[in-house]
């Protein structure tokens, strides 16, 4: 069986990745139906494309005609469309599994990491789409440069962001795979730090034989991995922004207009580069982006213009709006070093205005296993407001609620909010003109901006 058969059904089909599997099957002509929770702009897109949505599980939601089952790997085994497409006698692959089916003849990019994943993916395929290499990509967030998430291509390159969530990530043998950081993350899952680095480690020793593994020397993590497997038969480069780096942004100069670096090669200099987005993490990112698209004998020029023209992915760093003075950011944080991260470059981008976050923490195992670092990440922000838990697929662990956290953060000044309406009117309430609001998190906060101006307004 190809994977270009149908009918086909997904069941969570509003995930960013389940969403494009049918949206590139959609593109193909392959009939599609799906399931999920709730409706989303991405089931929007997806049934906008032909295909059968429907909200809410059930065994008959699964068509007669349908001959594969496609499941994220948030459903749990006795989802009852599961269970009926076993009791027919269906084949089922994971999320995972259908997208390595779909790249099968292209030369693979795998960006895996903790954070920065989708920014990088994002920024790849922007470059190569500006160089006329008509890349396939599947993303795990909306581009505003690529007017979506996925995209079948007609080029021999495929860009596809490596989810590390139950070992998503080992379902590729990549050509080029891009480590941009590992830090301990989906302990709920792993159960330790030691398993997660691992799954990296393995992700790594996946890299077809003579390809390249790319890794961002800046971050112990990915620095050990590719320490470690020093000895594998493909090429290692390492990027970053410090020390000594094959590949190295040098001379790197901040501004409230973004960054400026110069893009340096094995020590030799390639050329200035400006990057559009503020903040130390983008100048990794782009880094990263440009190595690889270089790796595709990209020119150089082409790789600094595609990057200078980067307005980001969706949900990281995206102005919502302006009211009463007052500008509404959002963005995607949902662990402490990339709060960090988002706030670092808040500072940068907005010098001497005040800075307020409302956050929605993401998963009660999320805040409890990482409590000390949330408890110390949110300096350099003016207020912050904790809303209530976008709990997934999880149930509530005592001590380690959105109101809990909200006590215990010291600085700054931390409130809980218990609904998005509460949310929206405390951020209007503190705001005055020329402060800045970012709504931060992985869930639904993103919610609260366009209340929050209606407030202000």
Same mark, same amino acid.
């Given at each position: 069986m190809?994977?270009?058969?149908?009918p /086909?059904?997904?069941v +969570?089909v509003?995930?960013m990745? %389940?969403?494009? =599997?049918?949206l590139l099957? &959609?593109?193909? #002509?392959?009939?599609?139906s799906?399931?999920?929770?709730?409706p989303? *702009?991405l089931?929007?897109?997806?049934?906008?494309?032909?295909a059968t949505?429907?909200y809410?599980?059930?065994?008959?939601?699964?068509?007669a005609?349908?001959?594969?089952?496609v499941? @994220?790997?948030a459903?749990?085994?006795? *989802?009852p469309?599961?269970?009926e497409?076993?009791?027919?006698?269906l084949?089922i692959?994971?999320?995972a599994? %259908?997208?390595?089916?779909?790249?099968?003849?292209?030369?693979v990019?795998?960006v895996?990491g903790? !954070?920065g994943? @989708?920014?990088?993916s994002?920024l =790849?395929?922007? $470059?190569?789409v500006?160089a006329g290499?008509q890349p %396939?990509y599947?993303?795990?967030?909306?581009?505003p440069?690529?007017? +979506?998430?996925?995209?079948?291509?007609e080029g021999? =390159?495929c860009v596809?962001e490596?989810d590390?969530?139950?070992r998503?990530? !080992?379902?590729?043998?990549p050509e080029?795979?891009?480590i941009?950081?590992?830090?301990p993350?989906?302990?709920?899952?792993?159960?330790?730090?030691?398993?997660?680095?691992?799954?990296?480690l393995e992700?790594?020793?996946?890299?077809r034989? #003579?390809?390249?593994?790319?890794?961002?020397?800046?971050?112990p993590?990915?620095?050990?991995?590719?320490d470690v497997l020093g000895?594998l038969?493909i &090429?290692?480069e390492?990027? +970053?922004a410090?020390?000594?780096?094959?590949?190295l942004?040098?001379?790197?100069r %901040?501004s409230a207009?973004?960054?400026?670096?110069t893009?340096l090669?094995?020590?030799a200099?390639?050329?200035?580069?400006?990057?559009?987005?503020?903040? =130390?993490?983008?100048?990794? *990112?782009s880094?990263?982006?440009?190595? /690889?698209a270089? !790796?595709?004998?990209?020119?150089?020029?082409?790789v600094?213009?595609? $990057?200078?023209?980067f307005?980001?992915?969706?949900?990281?760093?995206?102005? /919502?709006g302006?009211? #009463?003075?007052?500008?509404v950011m959002d963005?995607?944080?949902?662990?402490?070093?990339e709060?960090?991260?988002? $706030?670092a470059?808040?500072?940068a981008?907005?010098p001497?205005?005040?800075?307020?976050?409302?956050?929605?923490?993401?998963?009660?195992s &999320?805040?409890a296993?990482?409590?000390?670092?949330?408890?110390?990440?949110?300096?350099?922000l003016?207020a912050l407001?904790?809303?209530e838990t976008?709990a997934?697929?999880e149930?509530?662990?005592?001590g380690?609620?959105?109101?809990?956290?909200?006590?215990a953060?010291v600085?700054?000044?931390a409130?809980?909010?218990?609904d998005f309406?509460?949310?929206?009117?405390?951020?209007?309430?503190?705001?005055?003109?020329?402060d800045?609001?970012?709504t931060? +998190?992985?869930?639904?906060? /993103?919610e609260v901006?366009?209340?929050?101006?209606?407030?202000?307004?």
């Amino acid at each position: 069986m190809t994977p270009m058969t149908g009918p /086909v059904h997904l069941v +969570g089909v509003g995930g960013m990745h %389940m969403s494009a =599997i049918a949206l590139l099957l &959609r593109a193909r #002509g392959v009939e599609v139906s799906g399931s999920d929770l709730r409706p989303s *702009n991405l089931t929007e897109k997806v049934a906008a494309a032909g295909a059968t949505v429907v909200y809410g599980h059930a065994a008959a939601n699964v068509p007669a005609s349908t001959v594969l089952v496609v499941t @994220t790997a948030a459903a749990q085994d006795d *989802n009852p469309e599961l269970a009926e497409a076993r009791r027919r006698g269906l084949p089922i692959l994971l999320r995972a599994e %259908m997208v390595a089916r779909l790249m099968e003849g292209k030369r693979v990019v795998a960006v895996a990491g903790a !954070h920065g994943k @989708t920014t990088t993916s994002s920024l =790849i395929a922007h $470059i190569l789409v500006q160089a006329g290499r008509q890349p %396939m990509y599947l993303l795990g967030g909306e581009s505003p440069d690529l007017g +979506g998430h996925a995209a079948w291509g007609e080029g021999d =390159i495929c860009v596809v962001e490596a989810d590390e969530y139950k070992r998503a990530f !080992h379902e590729y043998t990549p050509e080029v795979a891009v480590i941009t950081n590992v830090e301990p993350d989906h302990l709920d899952y792993y159960g330790t730090p030691e398993a997660y680095q691992e799954a990296f480690l393995e992700f790594g020793r996946r890299v077809r034989q #003579g390809g390249l593994l790319l890794a961002c020397a800046d971050d112990p993590g990915a620095r050990y991995v590719s320490d470690v497997l020093g000895d594998l038969p493909i &090429r290692h480069e390492t990027y +970053g922004a410090e020390g000594v780096r094959f590949w190295l942004a040098d001379d790197v100069r %901040m501004s409230a207009a973004g960054a400026d670096y110069t893009l340096l090669r094995g020590g030799a200099r390639l050329g200035a580069v400006h990057a559009s987005i503020p903040g =130390i993490h983008f100048v990794r *990112n782009s880094l990263a982006a440009a190595a /690889v698209a270089l !790796h595709f004998d990209v020119p150089f020029e082409t790789v600094r213009d595609a $990057i200078a023209s980067f307005r980001g992915a969706r949900r990281r760093f995206e102005q /919502v709006g302006e009211a #009463g003075g007052v500008l509404v950011m959002d963005d995607y944080a949902h662990h402490p070093t990339e709060v960090r991260a988002t $706030i670092a470059a808040a500072r940068a981008a907005f010098p001497g205005q005040r800075l307020i976050a409302v956050y929605q923490p993401h998963t009660y195992s &999320r805040i409890a296993y990482l409590w000390d670092d949330w408890l110390t990440c949110w300096e350099g922000l003016d207020a912050l407001i904790v809303l209530e838990t976008y709990a997934a697929r999880e149930a509530p662990l005592p001590g380690r609620s959105a109101a809990d956290l909200a006590a215990a953060v010291v600085a700054p000044a931390a409130s809980y909010a218990k609904d998005f309406d509460d949310a929206a009117h405390q951020a209007a309430a503190m705001a005055r003109p020329g402060d800045v609001v970012f709504t931060v +998190g992985a869930g639904d906060v /993103v919610e609260v901006g366009p209340r929050l101006l209606e407030a202000l307004e």
